[in-house]
């Protein structure tokens, strides 16, 4: 099941070059398993055992848009300031991207967060809290 990513339409054209658009700025869920890809500047997959839960969130104007990595284990794939998803981790995963990190709470922003958090719930043994 794909879950498109929300891109507002005044980034398209910065992220466009780095193949963000389509088929590659999606998070998928299938065979127990959660992938996120964000162009060329993210494409990690997760075990869905792995997510201790998800939740609607906000994401601050202030701390940009893009790929973004907090010094916190924090985690962004940030297309818009809407429809933002926290996926927190039950521990601390290590994740590829421009540079390695351990990431304990990962942010995107999608087309549907709500169908997204419903099927993370309904996957075996996780929770989502949509608050």
């Not at 964000?38 to 075990?47: I, K, Q, R, S, T």
Request: with cysteine; proline share 8%; net charge positive.
């Amino acid at each position: 099941m794909d879950f498109p990513i929300r891109i507002a339409p005044l980034l398209t054209p910065l992220l466009w070059p780095f193949g963000v658009r389509g088929p590659r700025a999606v998070a998928s869920l299938e065979h127990g398993r959660l992938r996120l890809q964000f162009g060329a500047l993210f494409d990690h997959g997760f075990p869905l055992t792995a997510i201790e839960h998800s939740r609607r969130a906000s994401w601050p104007w202030w701390m940009g848009m893009g790929l973004r990595i907090g010094l916190d284990r924090k985690l962004g794939l940030i297309g818009s300031l809407r429809g933002i998803v926290c996926i927190h981790f039950r521990e601390p995963v290590r994740v590829r991207s421009l540079v390695p990190l351990r990431c304990q709470d990962l942010f995107v922003s999608l087309e549907d967060p709500g169908g997204f958090i419903a099927a993370i719930e309904a996957a075996p043994g996780l929770q989502a809290r949509d608050e």
